[in-house]
């Protein structure tokens, strides 16, 4: 998510030529160009990110490793196939 989230900052900067200001707002100029398929799905995972690097959360580990392997996975893979199709 952290390296999907530096690529966005750059490709919106060549894109469209200006800076979103929030992450929020980024994202939906992501989902805009059809490369993300959901601005919450990201939030969500953005969320998991922090929580799982910044906190100690034994009783929710088992359902985050059900969310990274669901559709947080199948996102990834759409997101990397979008990147196929791009012309840098």
């Given at each position: 998510v952290e390296m999907c989230s530096k690529f966005f900052r750059i490709y919106e900067r060549m894109?469209?030529?200006?800076s979103s200001d929030t992450?929020?707002?980024?994202?939906?100029?992501?989902?805009?160009?059809?490369?993300?398929?959901?601005?919450?799905?990201w939030l969500d995972m953005k969320d998991v990110r922090n929580r799982i690097v910044h906190d100690y959360l034994p009783d929710e580990t088992k359902q985050i490793f059900d969310d990274i392997i669901g559709a947080y996975s199948f996102e990834l893979n759409r997101l990397l196939l979008k990147l196929d199709d791009i012309q840098l």
């Open positions: 894109i469209l030529g200006d992450y929020r707002q980024l994202l939906n100029n992501m989902s805009k160009i059809q490369l993300i398929s959901s601005v919450d799905l």
